[in-house]
């Protein structure tokens, strides 16, 4: 039985900001630092009427065909942006992408790790079934909290990413037993509120770091010593900013006895095309790695069908595992007729005072007993780049009951 | 490796890795931030001095140390 993705795609939102211009507007951000060690070029912005639910939806609808929805038995939306305690998202996601009654459901939560669990769960599941027809959607759905003049600021974004698991692993099939993972307890990086997102930057990066290392000497105790280059054409890492993957990919070649020049050759040739989007849409949260794998097949031209790639995914708290799989038959060909690369050039670019506007109006929506879709910067955004494009929007909140419609 | 060797090594990697260090004395007393390192700058020279001395270490115990002296002494111990 061979399990893995067979769909993938993301939602990445309609409005960006460019991070020159955010830098330019911002005495304390260094124009050298943001561009060559945190490596953002864009970031997606989310106005008050996109949320966790939007975004999951937008993602999931646009790789949904009728017949998956009859074989779509596990839907899970991993998020750290939910927008209601006890109500799961994946509940709105069900009703809204039209998938049947007999349906488990859920919600979980493992900041930036979440989703790679919940894929590993729901492979789980399908290696238990006695149909083979089944299938498990699988979604990461997060944006970024208001960072207004903080350090971190470049690094914000957000975005949906929609996995269908099968028996068809289209785009990557992998060994559920071919994965080593490891865990200490650490605040690190948390959402203590559901307006406040804390960064203790030092730290996190130390505990990317020691993840790394306990979650692949665990991979190599489970199926035997590997040689880290040979072994897999590309390397995908979670990327909390585009720049550390190079870290990461250093810290794993130090074995080597590579040159520094050398190290960062090898990061060129089996790295850096997994992080063209992410350099475009900033943070994607728990959805990183797979809006990594997706940034490979668009952009790789040295990679093809039943190529090995390794993939670390780290959740701040934390977690970190890393594992292995193949590429899938029609990966490349079906990544690439999404045609991506437009759908992020199209996204309508904001002025920094329009986008430091947006963040406001947004962070006074979160927890909102009554909301109205009403004001004329949202209007304006709306009419520039919703209007008639058939994207979920939040159109109203009423006593707390969210409601939603097509754009 | 003596404590002021590998206390060389670590001046040695800062001025590899935060810019216009070159002719700067390095006081150990003070924090690499101190000097300009960035965060990812701090985990860079950490990372490499760690390679050089073939030793690996909880990192994130080092987001406990003050200064580049307590950087050495836990270098220094975890060598030996």
Sequence with gaps: MTIGIEKLTVYAGRLRLDIPDLVAARDALDAAYVQTQLMCEQRSVYPPFEDA????????????????????????????????????????VHRLCGLKA?????????ACYGTTGALKMASAWLATQNDPTKKALIINSDLSRKFLNTPYEPTGGGCAVAMLVSQTPEILEFDLNRVGYWTSEISDTFRPTSKTEIFNGQISLYSYLDALDGAYQHYEKTIGSVDYDAAFKKHIYHAPFPGMPLQAHRNQLSGLGLSKKAAIANFEQKVSDSLVFAKRIGMAYGGSTFLNLLSLLNTAED??????????????????????????????????????????AARHLLTVEDYENLELLREQSIDAQTWQREHPLIDKVYAAAYDGQELLVLESVQDYQRSYQWS | MTRDEILDLVINNMKLNVDDLEDTEIDPTKAMADYGASSLDIVEIVN????????????????????????????????S
Excluded: M
């Design chain 1, 102 to 110: 007999n349906c488990r459901n859920f919600e979980v939560k493992h």
């Design chain 2, 48 to 79: 490499t001095t760690l390679r050089k001395l073939k030793v690996k270490l909880p990192r994130t115990e080092l987001a406990q140390l003050k200064n580049i002296n307590d950087l050495v002494d836990l270098l220094v111990n975890t060598a």
């Design chain 1, 53 to 92: 639910v939007t975004l999951a939806v937008n993602a999931a609808k646009a790789i949904l065909t009728p017949e998956d929805l009859e074989s779509i038995a596990l839907l899970i939306v991993g998020t750290e942006s939910a927008v209601d305690c006890g109500k799961p998202v994946s509940t709105w």
């Design chain 1, 303 to 344: 990679l093809q069908a039943g190529d090995e790639i390794s993939i670390f995914a780290y959740g701040s708290g934390c977690q970190g595992e890393f594992y292995s799989g193949t590429i899938g038959e029609n990966a490349i060909a079906q990544v690439r007729s999404l045609n991506l690369e437009n759908t992020l």
